[in-house]
């Protein structure tokens, strides 16, 4: 083959493999092009949905967020509305009288507590109310033919007697149960408490077929919460320098008036079956009066005229105070100043049968145990008394009633 020709050839095959390589040179770029346009619209498919996958993301969170939110904002509400709920029963328990719950395991049916007191509920449901009410409604008309047969000097029937016993004993049991857990001075001082008292009154009225009705138990509630606050107010103000006088005086006061107002809320109908008139306002008898408080202190002295009063009377108060000579003398002088100013009629006051057996007008009482604290007060004052003697005047716990000597003489 001649040079040119094999020249040519080889330029032939150089300049074929030339192009050969230019297209398959383009070939690749093009590849090469469309690839890094894959790529690109693939990151950008990529690159969007991921964002919207944050975003998605985002709002879900933002969502859980305003979840835990709302969750916790309606279990406050829910909470809030449990208190309030909560709240309003109580309020409703205390301002509307009702029964208290019946014991657990109570063996027979109980006459229901008609008069809630919150913080004596516990202590006033164990007291059988049924009872209480049955004795004194039975109690009130036998004291009444007690009283007739005493006032005009009969002999006591024996069946009377009987059955005043047969109910008194039960009330008894009854007024022990709340006796040191019921403020009160004796069995008879928590018996006249207006807690006790208020559902005593309710339970008689049932007995006796003349239920309260609904006015008549929102007068009675607020009466009794309003005595009851007052009696817990004086006891407040003690301490170890106060006379027991005084706290008899006081505490006898309050259970005088609450009856007083207790009693003003009832219908005339109420009041006499409670109340016949041959009782009415008498130690002992008087079931519905501070008789039956004062009872447990009052002490009769039989004194010939009113110059005893100065003498045997005060010398019952100034017996326990152990005075020297110079003590005596001043003492009397106190015990003549005191005796003159009692009222003329004082030795009067008692002169009738019912007194004679040491059921006494209440409100003798009341005067005598008010007129007792002040000579005994003045007496520690004016002497003056100190130490035991003044302590023994603090502890005296009766009351002085006097009364005419039999016959007239001493």
């Not at 095959?13 to 690839?35: K, M, N, P, T």
């Not at 009702?98 to 164990?126: V, Y």
Request: aromatic share 6%; hydrophobic share 45%.
């Amino acid at each position: 083959m001649s040079g040119k020709v094999l020249a040519g050839a080889v330029v032939g095959a150089v300049a074929g493999f030339a192009a050969c390589w230019v297209a398959v040179v383009r070939d690749h770029d093009l590849a090469r092009e469309q690839s890094v346009a894959a790529e690109r619209a693939t990151a950008e498919k990529l690159a969007s949905a991921a964002d919207a996958a944050s975003k998605h993301e985002t709002r879900a969170s933002e969502a859980e967020r305003k979840l835990r939110d709302a969750s916790a904002a309606l279990a406050a509400v829910q909470e809030r509305l449990a208190a309030a709920d909560a709240k309003l029963r109580d309020l409703e328990s205390a301002a509307k009288p009702g029964p208290a719950p019946k014991p657990d395991g109570a063996k027979e049916a109980r006459n229901p507590q008609a008069f809630s007191f919150p913080d004596r509920d516990e202590i006033l449901g164990q007291v059988d109310w049924r009872i209480v009410g049955t004795s004194l409604a039975k109690m009130g008309p036998l004291c009444a033919k007690f009283a007739e047969e005493l006032a005009k000097g009969g002999e006591l029937p024996p069946e009377v007697v009987g059955e005043l016993q047969r109910h008194n004993g039960p009330l008894v049991t009854q007024a022990l149960r709340v006796m040191g857990k019921v403020p009160g001075t004796g069995a008879n001082g928590a018996f006249t408490h207006p807690v006790f008292s208020v559902n005593a009154l309710a339970a008689a009225l049932d007995a006796l077929g003349m239920p309260l009705t609904e006015s008549q138990s929102a007068s009675l509630l607020g009466i009794a919460r309003r005595y009851a606050a007052e009696d817990a107010q004086r006891l407040a103000g003690y301490d170890e320098r106060t006379f027991q006088l005084r706290k008899l005086v006081e505490e006898g006061s309050i259970r005088s008036r609450f009856l007083a107002d207790a009693l003003g809320a009832l219908t005339n109908e109420q009041r006499d079956a409670l109340r016949p008139a041959a009782t009415r306002d008498r130690t002992s008898l008087d079931l519905w009066s501070s008789g039956i408080f004062w009872s447990q202190f009052a002490r009769p002295v039989r004194l010939a005229d009113r110059e005893k009063l100065q003498s045997e009377f005060c010398r019952s108060l100034v017996t326990g105070l152990k005075l020297d000579e110079a003590g005596q003398a001043r003492a009397e002088a106190v015990r003549a100043s005191w005796a003159a100013a009692l009222p003329a009629d004082t030795l009067k006051r008692a002169e009738d049968p019912l007194s004679a057996m040491n059921m006494f007008p209440v409100a003798f009482v009341e005067e005598m145990a008010a007129a007792e604290l002040a000579l005994a007060e003045r007496l520690a004052a004016e002497l003056p008394l100190s130490g035991d003697a003044l302590a023994a005047a603090r502890r005296i716990q009766f009351v002085l009633v006097p009364l005419p000597a039999a016959g007239g003489d001493d």
